[in-house]
């Protein structure tokens, strides 16, 4: 019984060329796998790149409407931003102190402090307030006197 002929599957076989090319049609045949590998290297590149591309674009949509949400949010609350310094200045006025203040309202010693020293006179108004100092010598009730500064004296 002759195996070429056979009715069984398994006992069927096929002749390979197992030669290695060379020459032309091997070099031709090279390129071309890498071509391919290239391809498929740069397939994934592209792939990635367009995610990285659209996980950018969700981002700056979401930071555009973060941004005008805040900027909406501190034009609502500025009515009441500023009704909370009033208060704690009003409280400062009363003698309570620093610390009092913040365990009694529960804002930060720095956040008074700011609230505070926005209470302050700026400097240059400071100088053109009637009841400042002029040119002409301390401001009435001061103590001290330009000589007395500068020679480190006080009247006591």
């Known amino acids: 019984m002759p195996l ?9 076989f ?22 391919d590998a290239v391809a498929r290297r740069d397939a994934d590149r592209i792939a990635r790149e367009k995610a990285v591309q659209a996980a950018l674009a969700e981002f ?4 555009g409407e973060v ?8 034009r609502t609350a500025a009515p ?3 009704a909370m310094r009033e208060a704690v200045r009003a409280l400062d006025r009363l003698g309570e102190t620093r610390t ?7 804002v930060s010693l720095i956040r008074l402090r700011e609230y505070l020293a926005e209470n302050a006179v700026p400097f240059s108004r400071a ?5 400042r100092a002029t040119r002409h010598g301390p401001a009435a009730g001061s103590r001290s006197s ?6 480190g004296t006080r009247m006591g």
């Open 67 to 74: 941004e005008r949400i805040h900027a909406d949010a501190e």
């Open 100 to 106: 009092g203040i913040a365990e009694l309202t529960g």
């Open 146 to 151: 330009p000589d007395r500064e500068a020679t």
């Open 14 to 35: 096929t002749v390979m060329n197992m030669a290695r090319r060379t020459g032309a049609s091997a070099r031709i045949q090279a390129l071309a796998k890498a071509a």
């Open 4 to 12: 070429l002929d056979s009715p069984n599957p398994y006992l069927k």
């Open 60 to 63: 700056f949509q979401a930071q």
């Open 80 to 82: 009441f931003d500023a």
């Open 127 to 131: 100088l053109s307030a009637p009841a």
